[in-house]
């Protein structure tokens, strides 16, 4: 089993920043891909953005050079760094492993932190 517990989310303006940090109990190396994504209210979840272990980050086309998707793989850490926010930004966002063919098949999310951008 994979526990992920999401942090940093909040109330901001737009065009300011938020950092979302995704902690797991387990080494994030044995984790092919960790992923961030977003639910607005009434709209389904739709992917953020994913990186691959060992491997450049993507993003969906509506983040692309605002948001950086990063790890630290001594914390078992993975962050999302969010600048220039929109209000259309607003959701609950969450952390998702996928721990393809590794020790820890299956995929696994977590609890979601709220990021709310006012205008």
């Known amino acids: 089993q994979v526990r992920l517990v999401e942090s940093g989310g909040g109330l901001v303006q737009a065009g300011g920043s938020l950092r979302l940090s995704c902690a797991a109990s387990?080494?994030?190396?044995?984790?092919?891909?960790m992923a961030w994504y977003r639910q607005a209210p009434g709209k389904q979840r739709e992917l953020v953005g994913s990186?691959?272990?060992?491997?450049?980050?993507n993003y969906v086309d509506s983040v692309k050079g605002r948001f950086t998707i990063s790890r630290d793989y001594g914390k078992n850490t993975v962050y999302l760094q969010m600048n220039s926010l929109k209000p259309e930004d607003t959701g609950v966002y969450y952390c998702n492993a996928d721990g393809g063919t590794g020790p820890y098949p299956g995929k696994y999310w977590g609890q979601g932190t709220q990021v709310t951008v006012s205008s």
């Open positions: 990186i691959i272990r060992g491997g450049s980050a």
């Open positions: 387990v080494s994030i190396f044995s984790i092919n891909t």
